[in-house]
């Protein structure tokens, strides 16, 4: 049985992975709130991934998702640097803590995976993005260095989506006026789901994936292209 750590699994894709993989894999849950499925029954650690403490340890991993994100948009002139640091120390420096923790737990697997969250407005420029945009450029980045680093033990992928339903967007999509905006930004006409995300993660994480490393992979409704 495949052992997954899944960090950020409370809410949105990571939920939605959790939920696709319960069945049949030994599941690690590591964010601020317990996820709230009914039936599940793997191991969960509350953690602020911002916070200082040290990471739980774990013996061994066959994959690690790190789904923790934000959405901080607002004109260039108006980001302060604390924006800028926030949006670092979650999108990017979060990820380098975690992996760098896990590392030894994922080289005692036989065929280990990795997989990060970017976002479409790296590969799109797009206005009031530019905080979050770099931190997840930073992201495919770190992606394309380790995917060659770790090769050939470890693949090492992101997904970079577009606007999806989750908590974290509801300030874009709490009105229908709004709704409508973003469905017509992107050539498929609608809002991409937590499960049309999660089900590429859990593809991406299987060893059916195992000739993928070092790519990120747009599932974005058309908008990237």
């Known amino acids: 049985m495949q052992k997954v750590l899944i960090v950020g699994a409370s809410s949105g894709i990571g939920a939605s992975l959790l939920d696709i993989l319960r ?20 191991k969960h650690f509350t953690h602020d991934i911002m916070s200082d403490e040290p990471l739980p340890v774990i013996e061994k991993l066959d994959a690690l998702v790190y789904c923790p994100g934000s959405i901080t948009l607002k004109p260039f002139h108006r980001f302060k640097m604390d924006d800028f640091r926030t949006d670092w120390e979650l999108n990017f420096a979060g990820a380098v803590k975690v992996l760098q923790a896990y590392y030894p737990a994922l080289k005692k697997s036989a065929a ?31 992606v394309k260095s380790l995917a060659a680093e770790w090769a050939p033990l470890i693949r090492v992928n992101a997904i970079a989506p577009s606007l999806t339903n989750t908590r974290l967007a509801e300030g874009l999509l709490n009105t229908e006026a709004k709704i409508q905006s973003s469905k017509e930004r992107n050539p498929l006409k609608k809002i991409g789901e937590p499960r049309d995300i999660a089900s590429m993660a859990a593809y991406l994480i299987s060893n059916e994936a195992g000739w993928i490393t070092g790519q990120t992979i747009h599932i974005d ?3 990237s292209s």
Do not use: Q, Y
Not at 27 to 42: M, Q
Not at 127 to 136: D, E, G, L, T, V
């Open 23 to 42: 069945e049949d894999t030994e599941i690690f849950s590591l964010s601020r709130n317990v996820p709230s499925l009914e039936f599940f029954s793997g």
């Open 112 to 142: 280990p995976s990795v997989l990060l969250f970017s976002t479409v407005a790296v590969a799109k420029g797009m206005p009031f993005h530019s905080s979050i945009a770099a931190s997840k450029a930073a992201v495919e980045g770190l």
């Open 221 to 223: 409704g058309g908008m």
